[in-house]
Nanobody, 114 residues
Framework: QVQFVESGGGFLQPGGSLRLSCAVS????????IGWYRQAPGKEREWVAS???????VYADSVKGHFTISKDNARNTVYLEANNLKPEDTAVYYC????????WGQGTLVTVSS
């Protein structure tokens, strides 16, 4: 069963905004905290933000203040709104439980460039 399906990436200029979506299997969404992660070219995958089942949110220092994680309980979907994007935010973005399992999805590519 596919557990995480990411969407919403694209090509943006610096300063742009977008919203990424993660469709989560019902069981995962109901039981676990869900996180967003990213992997920039040539770098290790890193944690970006997570949201607990009760809605509490936690962010990496690198995105605090310009990324917002949220969820829609009716849709089993977790969102990542990214504002004021910078070239260093270029990466493939993934969602997974937090802490992550080995069941990674395909991710969605975000490219920020002028």
């Amino acid at each position: 069963q596919v557990q995480f399906v990411e969407s919403g990436g694209g090509f943006l200029q610096p300063g742009g905004s977008l919203r990424l979506s993660c469709a989560v299997s019902e069981r995962m969404f109901r039981i676990f905290s869900i996180g967003w992660y990213r992997q920039a070219p040539g770098k290790e995958r890193e944690w970006v933000a997570s949201i607990r089942t009760g809605g509490e949110t936690v962010y990496a220092d690198s995105v605090k203040g310009h990324f917002t994680i949220s969820k829609d309980n009716a849709r089993n979907t977790v969102y990542l709104e990214a504002n004021n994007l910078k070239p260093e935010d270029t990466a493939v973005y993934y969602c997974n439980k937090y802490p992550p399992s080995d069941a990674w999805g395909q991710g969605t590519l975000v490219t920020v460039s002028s």
